[in-house]
């Protein structure tokens, strides 16, 4: 089970990566008319992101019955198992929140998107800043799930082009929070 959460991750990974790339063209007015081909990857991602998260719940479950059985819950041998617990928890909220923001509805056959104003880039904010988190905490279980062995040397490199990356999502945020407020 771990190895098929290990792939659907990836699967993930590369997803929101070209979901995040031009979702941030797109908000930043450089990208016209790709919405229906962030939309097909961004329901793909989410159906894998639901077996993730299904995958998830039940390793917790796993886990938390053989505390429960040894007796011994071992909280600060184990902080980084519920640092990523949280962090996944956190994302479904943001991600919740974002699905809100960018549904949109069809009036007239116009796609019309909802008021995104101080609130909802907060919230976006908030949701980049747990989507590092998540996946930096995780990327070390993901590659060792996939078999990659040499991962320490490109480790910190993966991670800084995906620091780049969630940077530039933010400040797609940004500019649409600007272009929306401002005309």
């Known amino acids: 089970m771990r190895k098929a959460n290990a792939i659907i991750s990836a699967g993930i990974v590369v997803l929101l990566l ?3 790339i031009a979702g941030a063209l797109q908000m930043a007015g450089l990208l016209g008319g790709g919405a229906i081909f962030l939309t097909v990857i961004a329901w793909v991602m989410l159906a894998l992101i639901v077996l993730h998260v299904l995958i998830g719940i039940k390793l917790t479950i796993d886990s938390l019955r053989l505390v429960k059985r040894s007796g011994a819950s071992y909280g600060k041998e184990n902080r980084l198992f519920w640092a ?3 962090s996944g928890f956190a994302m479904m909220a943001f991600i919740a929140c974002h699905l809100l923001i960018f549904m949109g509805s069809s009036e007239n ?3 019309r998107l909802h008021l ?3 609130a909802e880039l907060t919230t976006q904010i908030l949701m980049v800043v747990s989507l590092l988190t998540h996946v930096g905490l995780n990327m070390t279980p993901m590659l060792i799930g996939l078999g990659i062995r040499s991962f320490k040397t490109f ?3 993966v991670l800084a082009v995906l620091s780049v990356l969630l940077l530039a ?3 797609g945020f940004v500019i649409y929070f600007i272009r929306w ?3």
């Open 109 to 111: 056959g116009a796609f």
């Open 169 to 171: 999502a933010g400040i």
């Open 116 to 118: 995104f104003a101080g």
């Open 155 to 157: 480790l910190p490199d």
């Open 18 to 20: 070209v979901h995040m």
């Open 84 to 86: 990523r617990r949280i």
């Open 181 to 183: 407020n401002a005309f």
